[in-house]
Structures are given as C-alpha cells and as structure tokens.
C-alpha cells in the first residue's frame, strides 16, 4: 500500500497548495471592490463528520467503523480581504471535508507503537491505504492513463496522421492536436472551431520568418520540401505579420469562449487579436510556459510535434504504440483526490464569485 499511501501525502502537502496557487484570487462580478484572496491551506486533524451534518472533535478509525460515519479531516484556508484601507487576513477557515487516508500524515494511527494501535483497536499488521467512509472500508483504484504532456504521434479515426498533446497543469487540462492532410499541417483545439494551418500558427506565436519556421522543424533537404505546402498556405491565406494571423485566428476562436469569461462587458471589450493572444498564452499547449511576452517556447514545441510527424511520414520512425507501457501511468489515489478536489474548488471559487 505503500505508493498510495505516499501518493496521498503528496496531494495534501504539495498538491493541494499549487490547486490553491492557481486559483488564488476571487473578484466579484457584482462589484469588483469585493475580492479577496487564498494565502494558504492546510488539512486539520480528524474528526467525526455525523450523518445529520453535526462534526465531532478527535475521532479513531474503530469507532467511524462502529457508528457508520465517515472518517474525515477539515480543508482550512488563509484568506486575505480589504476593509476600509486594511487587508484583514483570517485563518483556519473550513471549506470542506477531505477523506483521510488510514496511515497517511494526516491520519492519527500514523508513527504510532503496536500497543498504542492495539490500545485503539486496530491491527498492528494492518497496511492502511483506505479509507473509512460512512462506516465502510472503501480503497480507491489505481488508473491507467495515456501519459499527460507527452507528444504521442497516431492516426486518427479517419487513418490521418498526426499528433497529440493533452497538456495538465494546475490551472487546466487541455488537448492540442497536430494533423497532417493533403500534405499540409493544421493545429486542432477545442476552443478554435475551424483547424488553422501552422504557418499561421506560426506567425501567430511571434516567428514570421518561413527560414526561422523550417530551421526549427529541421535542415534536412526532405522536411524542407515537406513543410514548403504548409508555408505557402499562409502565403494564399495573406498571412504575413502577426498581427494578421491574430486576427485570423481570432475570427474562429468560438464563442462560447467569451461568453464564459469573468464578465460580458470584459468580453466584448476584447479586441480579436487581443483574444487570440490570450488563447494562444494560456490554453494552446498550457503546459508549456511563455517566456515574458514572448511566446517562442510554444512555437519551438510545436515545431517539435511537426518534425516528429514528418520523421514517420517519411518512414524514419514509427508511430507511437498507445498500449506501450512507456506511454502511460498510473494514476494513483493522490491524482485522482487531486482531480476531484481541483474541479470542486474551481466550481466554489465560481459561486464565490458570483
């Protein structure tokens, strides 16, 4: 049980703190002089969370067992708010209940001497690594999944070859997919409706130049010729300048997206290329961070992903193989906490807010 035990850990001393991290700050909608901002949060002792909603003070995992309750410890927070010309800060404020691990740093069995355990009723031998909810022993199973941030090149259902990114940080999880047809490369996103050919990505990302474009994919003769269709689409689309292919990709950004921003009025307010931008920081490739203003680094990566489709194009290397091992990992009972919690908090945040 031991890899659960520590995964556990992990979320509650690192993982929990970079969910708060990045969803620190709360601004209204109503008005936006009323904000505050998370400065900390830790995990409390465990106490007894009763059915009828009442919270009992210290508590074993024996008697959650006998009285049906689940065996629980307060999320606390820090948070820091103006009053007048002041911020007040106010600490060990309770957002919520989090399911405690039995042998985890958390839980009151932890460093403890056979005969305490035997003294508490527990097991000596007993590993730990579950939990117990309403009463009931529960363990949380471990998941095989594709292996985030990494390029995986593979066809598609139509038989295209491309590649894919799902990029996971704390702030989001997103899926940027690279696909080759006719010769030619488009970037597909959820947020952008229509595919947009990488020369104009390209440009959009601040490198204008189709020289600096192929010498980041690379110098042999064979990519030079295989990435000459993909430029010249740029060329018949009248894409020059970053600032053209911003508007362009600005034009098939949905929506929906706006419409989801803090408020309409801060929405309409965008500017297309103001949009795209923002999109292209944030969301496209998240897990890769832009160094400044400049988003160079994604356009380095992305250049990456092509050269690594062109290289099985041209039967210098195969595709990847999904059920490869080395392709995925598991995901253990801290991740998937991890997961849960993160979504939570982001929907607590967005009720604070409005």
Same mark, same amino acid.
């Given at each position: 049980m031991q890899q659960h035990i520590a995964s556990y850990d992990h979320f509650v001393e690192v993982e929990l703190a970079k969910i708060i991290e990045a969803n620190r700050d709360v601004q209204s909608e109503v008005d936006p002089a009323y904000r505050l901002q998370f400065v900390g949060i830790k995990v409390g002792t465990p106490v007894a969370v009763e059915r009828s909603g009442g919270v009992n003070t210290k508590i074993s995992p024996h008697e959650c067992r006998l009285r049906d309750i689940t065996y629980a410890a307060p999320i606390l927070v820090d948070m820091?708010?103006?009053r007048g010309n002041y911020d007040v800060l106010k600490r060990n404020i309770v957002i919520g209940y989090l399911p405690v691990m039995l042998r985890?740093?958390?839980?009151? @069995?932890? #460093?403890?001497?056979?005969?305490?355990?035997?003294?508490m009723q527990e097991c000596p031998h007993d590993p730990g690594g579950y939990f117990v909810v309403k009463g009931v022993e529960k363990v949380i199973l471990s998941q095989e999944q594709l292996s985030k941030n990494r390029v995986i090149v593979e066809l598609d259902n139509k038989g295209e070859l491309g590649a894919s990114v799902t990029s996971a940080t704390h702030e989001r999880k997103s899926r940027t997919a690279l696909v080759y047809k006719g010769g030619r490369f488009y970037l597909k996103h959820n947020t952008i409706g229509d595919d947009v050919p990488v020369g104009v990505v390209f440009r959009a990302l601040g490198v204008t130049s189709d020289l600096d474009i192929v010498t980041m994919v690379g110098c042999e003769?064979?990519?030079?010729?295989?990435?000459a269709q993909s430029l010249e689409e740029a060329v018949e689309l009248g894409v020059f300048t970053e600032a053209?292919?911003?508007? @362009?990709? #600005?034009?098939?950004i949905k929506q929906k997206r706006a419409a989801s921003a803090t408020s309409l009025q801060r929405a309409?307010?965008?500017s297309r290329e103001e949009e795209a931008r923002n999109v292209l920081r944030?969301?496209?490739?998240a897990h890769i961070l832009p160094s400044g203003r400049s988003l160079r680094p994604k356009a380095i990566y992305l250049a990456y992903m092509i050269r690594r489709v062109l290289l099985v194009q041209l039967g210098r290397?195969?595709?990847?193989?999904?059920?490869?091992?080395?392709?995925?990992?598991?995901?253990?009972?801290?991740q998937l906490l991890s997961l849960l919690f993160e979504d939570l908090f982001k929907r607590f945040v967005g009720e604070l807010r409005r």
């Open positions: 820091k708010y103006p985890s740093k958390v839980c009151r @069995l932890r #460093g403890l001497t056979p005969a305490q355990l035997v003294s003769t064979e990519i030079q010729d295989a990435m053209s292919a911003l508007h @362009l990709v #600005g034009g098939r309409s307010a965008y944030t969301v496209v490739l290397a195969k595709i990847d193989d999904k059920d490869y091992y080395g392709n995925k990992r598991l995901e253990l009972a801290g």
